[in-house]
């Protein structure tokens, strides 16, 4: 499948914003959609997901309060809504899909054959 993300920016810490991940090609319904970010200088780490029928969500202890994943099934999109940011959440965030029916996500990059190319969110003290 297809992704391309959007809805980064800059705000101030306090300050939320969401993102967004629309998918199209193949069935899309099949997949299900992790978001992960990467800092300079770090590895890419995971943030959160949803399964393919949004029934299931998984955040990171980092994030859990703060940001929530959701999808649109007939919009074919994901969102993250990310609230109370912090300085340390300054990245680029990218969403990845897996197909997951029958099957489990992961939270390892190394796992996820379809990306988007990144939306830069930074979050000024």
């Known amino acids: 499948v297809q992704l391309v993300e959007s809805g980064g920016g800059l705000v101030q810490a306090g300050g939320s914003l969401r993102l967004s991940c629309a998918a199209s090609?193949?069935?899309?319904?099949?997949?299900?959609v992790t978001w992960f970010r990467q800092a300079p200088g770090k590895e890419r780490e995971f943030v959160a997901q949803?399964?393919?029928?949004?029934?299931?969500?998984h955040e990171a202890d980092s994030v859990k309060g703060r940001f929530t994943i959701s999808r649109d099934s007939r919009k074919n999109t994901v969102y993250l809504q990310m609230n109370s940011l912090k300085p340390e959440d300054t990245a680029v965030y990218y969403c990845?899909?897996?197909?997951?029916?029958?099957?489990?996500?992961?939270?390892?990059?190394?796992?996820?054959?379809?990306w988007g190319q990144g939306t830069q969110v930074t979050v000024s003290s």
């Open positions: 990845a899909a897996k197909w997951n029916v029958g099957m489990p996500l992961t939270t390892t990059p190394k796992d996820y054959e379809d």
């Open positions: 090609g193949g069935t899309v319904s099949n997949y299900g």
């Open positions: 949803i399964s393919y029928n949004g029934r299931a969500t």
